[in-house]
């Protein structure tokens, strides 16, 4: 954090714009102010390209009552934030500003700027919603039903105050301590919306900071409010945790409070150590979140990637997915945990169950059930393949099926085998490290010589039908698939002359003549 003079404050507001919106606040007679997000990580030296204006009449008898589905559209013209922002319209003529007469809200837009209008106001909520009803009200009303203190400070535009900063909750206090404190109590934030549950970790989590012991024990208190929230706006929240620089403090803090109980129990269903003659198995649910931070670090920056078609381009989205795998990598270890007496606790086919656990684990949280999902699927069911190959004498045959099946995401695969290597014993994780690097070159010099990643068998199935006269039967499936093992097997090269041979020679096993 920076500790800001007023001469750095005025400096960082010296912005046409800035100008431009505190003047006509000053011919309307409103006061403006800048608040939230944008301040905060002004003093945390962070980009921030958000702006929220929040906007109040002078004379407190020009406020009104209204719903936010309010229709009267004299009155939500009357609203402050609109007022500021149609003024504004008149005056940037190639701006887009769009308003929302319903919400009392607008937005500009210019040159990579986004600028929310909206007036202060104070809230009042029913039980079983988070929608609030809303009045107009003062900047000090404003303050107190942000979120946290230090998204509640804000900094003045008006001529006269130009760049003073308001902070009634010592939000820079709580900057400078690394604190995440509610501004009122925080019992009464997080009933009346409980979206600030997930906010209040998420938050913690992005800044490394530290949750108030009052406010953390508040979470405890008010977690199963948490169930009135929509599953997107969770998953959204839960999303920006995951992309976190190290997810596993969030998780670990949604754990403590309980609210990944309730939200995830798959998750919560790793934990624990059982122990049965002398022997015990490590605690999956740290053992992920060491994998999952060994992955944040590995996919943080632009660099780390070489794919990223099947995301359109996007490295975040390629990350967040890729963590998701590595949080979902053991999910399969509690239904496929089993006892035995020679070789102790095992998690035998632990990788498919896993698999085959995904949909409905996504369809609940209403994660994407698209190519997404599939792709997070596909990590989790191979991600044992290359540590059983490391283990063992790593064959051509082996890493040519391993290249087969996990095609372009073979490098994500094997970055997410190489953050599982968790061992404490450092022997035994070295000898992994060296194998893996055997299993690396091996897949470099196999695909060089073989071509088989994302491979199709040189003949196809329309030419096995014309070739032998056959309408769509399993016969021309027990073909290809032969083709595709001799190749993969390393038995004939992946070109069409020696397939075609071996297919002639195994359509007579079924009794197939060629036309």
């Known amino acids: 954090m920076k500790n800001l003079s007023s001469k750095d404050i005025e400096k960082a507001l010296d912005h046409p714009v800035f100008h431009l919106i505190g003047d006509t606040a000053d011919e309307l007679d409103l006061e403006c102010y800048v608040i939230g997000g944008w301040v905060r990580d002004l003093f945390l030296e962070r980009p921030s390209k958000d702006i929220d204006i929040v906007v109040a009449f002078k004379n407190p008898k020009d406020n009104y009552i209204a719903s936010e589905d309010a229709d009267n559209k004299e009155e939500q013209g009357s609203r402050p934030g609109i007022m500021l922002a149609e003024a504004l319209r008149k005056k940037l003529k190639k701006a887009h500003i769009a308003i929302y007469r319903n919400f009392g809200t607008a937005q500009l837009k210019s040159k990579g700027v986004e600028i929310e209008f909206v007036g202060a106001r104070k ?14 009200g003062t900047l000090e009303e404003d303050q107190n039903r942000r979120d946290f203190t230090i998204n509640a400070m804000a900094l003045c535009l008006n001529k006269d105050r130009f760049g003073e900063l308001v902070d009634p909750f010592d939000g820079i206090r709580d900057l400078e301590d690394k604190i995440i404190a509610t501004p009122l109590d925080p019992d009464i934030t997080f009933s009346d919306d409980p979206l600030r549950m997930m906010r209040c970790i998420r938050f ?20 199963e409010r948490i169930k009135i929230i929509s599953g997107e706006r969770i998953a959204d929240e839960l999303n920006k945790i995951m992309l976190s620089p190290a997810p596993s403090k969030g998780l670990v803090d949604l754990d403590r409070c309980g609210l990944l109980e309730i939200i995830f129990p798959e998750l919560t269903a790793l934990q624990g150590v059982e122990k049965r003659n002398g022997r015990a198995h490590k605690d999956n649910f740290y053992h992920t979140l060491e994998v999952l931070d060994n992955v944040a670090k590995a996919t943080t920056g632009k660099d780390w990637c070489k794919n990223t078609e099947a995301f359109d381009g996007d490295i975040k989205e ?9 949080l979902l990598h053991d999910i399969g270890k509690p239904k496929s945990k089993r006892w035995d007496n020679v070789t102790g606790w095992t998690f035998h086919n632990h990788n498919d169950i896993g698999e085959r656990m995904i949909p409905n684990i996504f369809r609940r949280m209403k994660l994407p059930m698209n190519e997404k999902m599939k792709y997070v699927q596909k990590l989790v069911g191979l991600h044992m393949r290359p540590i059983v190959i490391a283990d063992e004498e790593v064959t051509d045959s082996a890493v040519r099926r391993l290249l087969f099946e996990a095609g372009d995401d073979i490098d994500d695969l ?7 290597i968790t061992s404490k014993n450092a022997d035994k994780k070295q000898r992994f490290i060296d194998n893996f690097k055997l299993v690396r070159q091996k897949l470099i010099d196999i695909e060089e010589k073989d071509r088989v990643r994302n491979f199709q068998p040189p003949v196809s199935g329309e ?11 399993r016969e021309i499936g027990i073909l290809k698939t032969a083709i595709k093992d001799a190749i993969l097997d390393g038995n004939i090269p992946n070109e069409y002359e020696p397939a075609r041979q071996l297919l002639i020679e195994e359509a007579k096993k079924l009794g197939l003549e060629a036309k």
């Open 318 to 326: 390629h990350a967040l997915w890729l963590r998701w795998a590595a």
């Open 204 to 223: 913690a989590t992005q800044l490394n900071f530290d949750i108030e012991e009052e406010t953390f024990d508040a979470l405890s208190r008010n977690k």
């Open 123 to 136: 809230e009042s909520y029913d039980r079983n919603s988070r929608k609030p009803i809303t009045e107009d």
């Open 463 to 473: 030419e096995i039908m014309e070739m032998f006269g056959l309408k769509p039967c």
């Open 414 to 420: 094997m970055l997410l085998c190489t953050a599982d």
